[in-house]
């Protein structure tokens, strides 16, 4: 069973920024698919950015321009820096690790 703990939420103001980590116990993390997923109040869940093997990226376009998703292959961490974030940004982030584990979840909040 692999473990995922996702950490660096909070509150920001409009136009600040965030760096949220997700730490995995897989002991192949590198060769694995990575996703950050959100999902606001009363929405479903949306894949936000994904990261492969290869290091090839892909983002909604939502987010596209402002956040970055990275991983450090050494330390099992994948990682999304989030800038210039909105009010709409606002959810749970969760990380998810070849579509098969699932975090329990990182609180961000975008309100001045």
């Known amino acids: 069973q692999v473990q995922l703990v996702e950490s660096g939420g909070g509150l920001v103001q409009p136009g600040g920024s965030l760096r949220l980590s997700c730490a995995s116990s897989?002991?192949?993390?590198?060769?694995?698919?990575m996703d950050w997923y959100r999902q606001a109040p009363g929405q479903q869940r949306e894949l936000v950015a994904r990261i492969i093997r290869g290091g090839v990226t892909y983002y909604a376009d939502s987010v596209k321009g402002r956040f970055t998703i990275s991983r450090d292959n050494a330390k099992n961490t994948v990682y999304l820096q989030m800038n210039s974030l909105r009010p709409e940004d606002t959810a749970v982030y969760y990380c998810n690790e070849d579509g098969a584990f699932w975090g329990q979840g990182t609180q961000v909040t975008v309100s001045s």
């Open positions: 897989a002991r192949f993390f590198s060769s694995h698919t």
